[in-house]
């Protein structure tokens, strides 16, 4: 069973950096996708970034692109999002979620985590 656990959010001004982490149990990098979602308030939930380290191919949302970082320690079971530059728009809760393939669809995602809150000030 794969067990996605997020940490790494809080509260931070514009402009500021924060990194996520996810620390996955249960899965296998080669084998699948592993990404983040953002749930901004009010708004549906939506794809941020996913990679797959079968191939090493990273793929980011548009309005994160040069901003965000995703990575990964594979002996650690780790999957990091490095967030700079963080606009207020950025602000929401972060789920890590696992999947296939790397998609933007959530009805796409196996595995979600329960989640870490960001929260960026202006």
């Known amino acids: 069973e794969v067990q996605l656990v997020e940490s790494g959010g809080g509260l931070v001004q514009v402009g500021g950096s924060l990194r996520l982490s996810c620390a996955a149990s249960?899965?296998?990098?080669?084998?699948?996708?592993i990404g983040w979602f953002r749930e901004a308030p009010g708004k549906d939930r939506q794809g941020v970034s996913c990679?797959?380290?079968?191939?090493?191919?990273?793929y980011y949302q548009n309005s994160v692109k040069g901003r965000f970082t995703i990575s990964s320690d594979k002996a650690k079971n780790m999957v990091y999002l490095q967030m700079n530059s963080l606009k207020p728009e950025d602000t929401g809760v972060y789920y890590c979620a696992t999947s296939l393939k790397c998609s933007w669809w959530r009805g796409d995602v196996d595995t979600w985590g329960r989640g870490t809150r960001v929260t960026v000030s202006s």
């Open positions: 990679m797959t380290s079968s191939d090493g191919s990273l």
């Open positions: 249960g899965f296998s990098f080669d084998d699948y996708a």
